[in-house]
T-cell receptor, first 114, second 114 residues
Framework: AQSVAQPEDQVNVAEGNPLTVKCTYS??????LFWYVQYPNRGLQFLLK??????LVKGSYGFEAEFNKSQTSFHLKKPSALVSDSALYFC????????????FGDGTTLTVKP | DSGVTQTPKHLITATGQRVTLRCSPR?????VYWYQQSLDQGLQFLIQ???????AKGNILERFSAQQFPDLHSELNLSSLELGDSALYFC?????????????FGPGTRLTVT
């Protein structure tokens, strides 16, 4: 069975500092990996994806993530955090051979303090 | 705005009742997903449809059923409702073509079972 782990329930960073939100996954075969962000009382918004190719993927709002196959990780990063980045972040995985079956992590709450 | 619409926004009903949640996908997206989000269980994948056919199934209870119609809108039917079914139900749509498996979420329907 596939699974996603987001080991930190909460990440706190100061505005202007780099941020990392961690994600590790387990899936049979090659994965499709995604990051989504959820603001209060809103649906999830797609940030970025890894399908194939370059291990470093860039997404919306200056976010990027690095796919590391050997460590089965897909950590979300941003060089300089903004207060407006404060939200709930979800990592998700789908197996390439059954791309419709998505598994989401439990989410990490990111708080960026001014 | 993701382009995915869900109705109603809020629904309050009693135990034992049946409700129908409706979702209209983004223009051009052939795939629709349903998720349940609750505080204790996180975001749970329920079911996926592609162009009217069921493609993937997650942790969907037998009391729940869904379908996707020829115009691609989808409905999630929840019956014999229990208190534990109170949650936020999200619909998402996706192009679900090669390289484009990211999902676009609607604003959700908040179901309260009393």
């Amino acid at each position: 069975a596939q699974s996603v782990a987001q080991p930190e329930d909460q990440v706190n960073v100061a505005e202007g500092n780099p941020l990392t939100v961690k994600c590790t996954y387990s899936v049979s075969g090659n994965p499709y990996l995604f990051w989504y962000v959820q603001y209060p009382n809103r649906g999830l918004q797609f940030l970025l994806k890894y399908i194939t190719g370059d291990n470093l993927v860039k997404g919306s709002y200056g976010f990027e993530a690095e796919f590391n196959k050997s460590q089965t990780s897909f950590h979300l990063k941003k060089p300089s955090a903004l207060v407006s980045d404060s939200a709930l972040y979800f990592c998700a995985v789908s197996p390439k051979l059954n791309a419709g079956k998505s598994t989401f992590g439990d989410g990490t709450t990111l708080t960026v303090k001014p | 705005d993701s382009g995915v619409t869900q109705t109603p926004k809020h629904l309050i009903t009693a135990t034992g009742q049946r409700v129908t949640l409706r979702c209209s996908p983004r223009s051009g997206d052939l795939s629709v997903y349903w998720y349940q989000q609750s505080l204790d269980q996180g975001l749970q994948f329920l079911i996926q449809y592609y162009n009217g056919e069921e493609r993937a199934k997650g942790n969907i209870l037998e009391r729940f059923s869904a379908q996707q119609f020829p115009d691609l809108h989808s409905e999630l039917n929840l019956s014999s409702l229990e208190l534990g079914d109170s949650a936020l139900y999200f619909c998402a749509s996706s192009p679900w073509t090669s390289g484009s498996y990211e999902q676009y979420f609607g604003p959700g329907t908040r179901l309260t079972v009393t």
